[in-house]
């Protein structure tokens, strides 16, 4: 959509953006195309919008995909987008909260969307947790946001959001969007990522649980050493001092090691080397 056609649409449903629920239009067409053409979209492709809003990226899915189930939350714009594409058949419109919708009727299905910012990163740990995880995804967030899915160690932006995200996706950081794109214009830039599911599980589904709660202890208290808080987890995983220090040895990692500075294949490692039943002694 064009500013002018967003401008007209908001005026004609008489609606003050809402804050809180992350109302930035899209009113730039070239950068619709730039976000709907990172899905690689396919004829027989089930897209699902989160938070379709006037439609800028609803009309572009609508001539590429086969189907498109496109959730929204705020009834004015769920009325409005059915008057606007309400004949379309390949379209589902549901009127709903995307934190509570179940995605899981839709698979498999892609995502496109401009995520509402005061929710982008539970809607997306949603979708990633999800058993009926996309295998494609393409997201509007803050910059930030994106800046911590594609994170390095020793990074600020570094943390569980990175490692819970590219245990099942590569993420990749595929343009940054200047708030003047939207209407009203956000505070902070935005960017557009694209996820792309693993094509094979870097850890056994057992692993998982384990994984995560040491990757959420290790950044619990950042400044802190892998030994100061991981021995003190207190579920599934048993972390005593010596094991820990054994196998951050056979990592090549220091024993004053801090969460930080392991790389995802690292933590992987770790998670094995410490869930693994330690060897019976001789
Ligand atoms: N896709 C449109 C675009 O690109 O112009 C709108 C994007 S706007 C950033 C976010 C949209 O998500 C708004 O339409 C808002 O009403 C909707 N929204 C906010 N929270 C939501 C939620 N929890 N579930 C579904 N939609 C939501």
């Known amino acids: 959509m064009t500013p002018n056609e967003t401008r007209a649409a908001l005026?004609?449903?008489?609606?003050?953006?809402?804050?809180?629920?992350?109302?930035?239009?899209?009113?730039?067409?070239?950068?619709?195309?730039?976000?709907?053409?990172?899905?690689?979209?396919?004829?027989?492709?089930?897209?699902?919008e989160i938070g379709p809003g006037l439609g800028a990226l609803t009309e572009l899915l609508l001539e590429l995909a086969r189907r498109v189930v496109a959730v929204e939350k705020d009834g004015r714009l769920f009325?409005?987008?059915?008057?606007?594409?309400?004949?379309?058949?390949?379209?589902?419109?549901?009127?709903?909260d995307a934190l509570e919708f179940d995605f899981a009727p839709v698979a498999p299905f892609k995502v496109v969307a401009n995520l509402p910012y005061s929710v982008a990163t539970p809607l997306l740990q949603r979708l990633v947790d999800s058993p009926a995880r996309p295998r494609r995804m393409v997201l509007t967030v803050q910059r930030?946001?994106?800046?911590?899915?594609?994170?390095?160690?020793?990074?600020k932006d570094y943390g569980a959001l990175t490692l819970y995200t590219q245990l099942y996706y590569e993420v990749r950081r595929e343009h940054i969007i200047s708030p003047r794109c939207f209407i009203p214009p956000p505070a902070v830039e935005s960017a557009v990522v694209s996820l792309r599911l693993a094509p094979h599980p870097?850890?056994?589904?057992?692993?998982?649980?384990?994984?995560?709660?040491?990757?959420r202890a290790g950044f619990g208290q950042r400044r802190k050493m892998l030994r100061g808080v991981l021995p003190k987890l207190a579920t599934?995983?048993?972390?005593?001092?010596?094991?820990?220090?054994?196998?951050?040895?056979?990592?090549?990692?220091?024993?004053?090691?801090?969460?930080?500075?392991?790389?995802?294949?690292?933590?992987?490692?770790l998670t094995r080397e410490l869930v693994a039943p330690a060897a019976e002694p001789k």
Do not use: C, M
């Open 79 to 96: 009325e409005f987008l059915r008057e606007r594409f309400g004949r379309r058949q390949k379209l589902q419109l549901v009127h709903a």
């Open 202 to 215: 870097l850890l056994e589904p057992a692993l998982e649980a384990p994984f995560k709660e040491l990757v």
């Open 144 to 155: 930030e946001v994106a800046d911590r899915l594609t994170a390095q160690p020793r990074s």
């Open 236 to 269: 599934g995983v048993t972390v005593n001092a010596g094991r820990l220090e054994a196998a951050l040895k056979r990592l090549d990692l220091l024993p004053t090691a801090r969460g930080e500075e392991l790389s995802l294949a690292q933590w992987l490692l």
């Open 11 to 48: 005026e004609q449903l008489a609606l003050q953006p809402s804050k809180a629920l992350g109302q930035n239009f899209l009113a730039d067409r070239n950068i619709a195309y730039l976000i709907v053409d990172a899905a690689g979209l396919h004829d027989d492709d089930t897209v699902l």
